[in-house]
């Protein structure tokens, strides 16, 4: 049972895509993607919203993300949030265990 996170970081002129530029650039985005249970955590900019990046960010389980959460990189994270001085929405889902053939028929390859 993975647990997936979508975090989404609204700021103003550019304010978000600076943070997760930094965050790349200081090989933060690395270290998280090392954590054991780490997932996925990827940035994304949606199509109608350029001020908002979203993060999704996928654990293993519920140990491994708080782990993550008692991290040193955590402080170095909001310390980030907070130089750019973004707003967060969160949003969190816990996947099934159906298999990945159940949308098999609707995918394209």
Do not use: C
Request: glycine share 4%.
């Amino acid at each position: 049972m993975a647990l997936t996170v979508n975090l989404y970081y609204t700021g103003k002129n550019g304010s978000a895509q600076q943070f997760a530029k930094e965050m790349i650039d200081q090989g933060v985005v690395a270290a998280i993607k090392a954590e054991p249970g780490n997932l996925k955590y990827d940035y994304f900019i949606p199509y109608d919203d350029p001020e908002t990046l979203l993060l999704i960010d996928s654990w293993a389980d519920q140990a491994s993300l708080d782990a993550h959460h008692a991290s040193p990189m955590m402080k170095q994270l909001a310390e980030l949030r907070e130089k750019y001085d973004l707003h967060m929405r969160v949003e969190r889902y816990v996947s099934d265990d159906r298999g990945d053939d159940v949308d098999e028929q609707f995918i394209r390859k």
